[in-house]
């Protein structure tokens, strides 16, 4: 779990990608979607901007096969909570400032800088794709899309696959594949766009801080 944070959730399907590309080569990458794709990228980029608060379900399916499921809320920007049903222990909040996945069963924490992760971008007031994500590829599959996004940061292996339904304008699923072609696939359903969610939600209380690489 802690791996797929570190790793992938840049995404974190609701949900994007972070840092570090020259502007050319990324620009570059964009030349080479026709205008078809390079549309779909803009719906999706403005799906994500017309979102400011929200509450869903999902299913999250590991490499291993193992499956978790929960609540997530999402406050942009910078607030989220991950809330995973027994016997899953995990919850992970962000809070705005810190990114905390926490063991409830061990009562453990380790926390990440928001401005370091994946989800910086996710819950971003405003985000354009295609200038802070690498778009690898934009493919339909029965009428739904996938458009396959990769990290600027070379430092985070591996790339992010949303499912984008264009007819109903909503995002399905996404899907992470690590450096080592692992995937984790997350289905989100029942989704309530404009729920307010309690602020408390994205408080959560730390029994060790452990900060990792900035």
């Not at 690590?178 to 029942?190: F, L, M, S």
């Amino acid at each position: 779990m802690i791996r797929w944070m570190r790793e992938a959730l840049w995404s974190a399907a609701v949900i994007a990608g972070v840092l570090l590309t020259a502007a050319s080569a990324n620009a570059a990458r964009a030349e080479q979607l026709s205008e078809e794709q390079l549309a779909v990228v803009k719906k999706l980029g403005d799906y994500f901007n017309s979102l400011t608060t929200m509450k869903g379900e999902f299913t999250q399916v590991s490499p291993k096969g193992n499956v978790s499921a929960g609540v997530f809320y999402i406050s942009k920007p910078g607030k989220m909570r991950f809330e995973y049903a027994p016997p899953n222990p995990f919850i992970i909040v962000s809070d705005g400032r810190w990114v905390t996945v926490k063991n409830n069963a061990k009562n453990k924490a380790d926390q990440y800088p928001l401005s370091a992760t994946p989800l910086n971008l996710m819950l971003a007031k405003q985000v354009d794709l295609l200038r802070e994500a690498k778009i690898l590829g934009v493919e339909e599959k029965s009428g739904v899309f996938w458009v396959t996004l990769e990290s600027k940061d070379s430092l985070v292996p591996g790339h992010l696959v949303l499912v984008y339904d264009p007819e109903n304008s909503a995002l399905q699923q996404w899907i992470v594949v690590d450096g080592q072609g692992r995937k984790t696939t997350v289905n989100i359903a029942k989704l309530e766009p404009g729920v307010q969610a309690d602020p408390k939600l994205f408080e959560i209380e730390v029994p060790k801080r452990r900060l990792k690489d900035e």
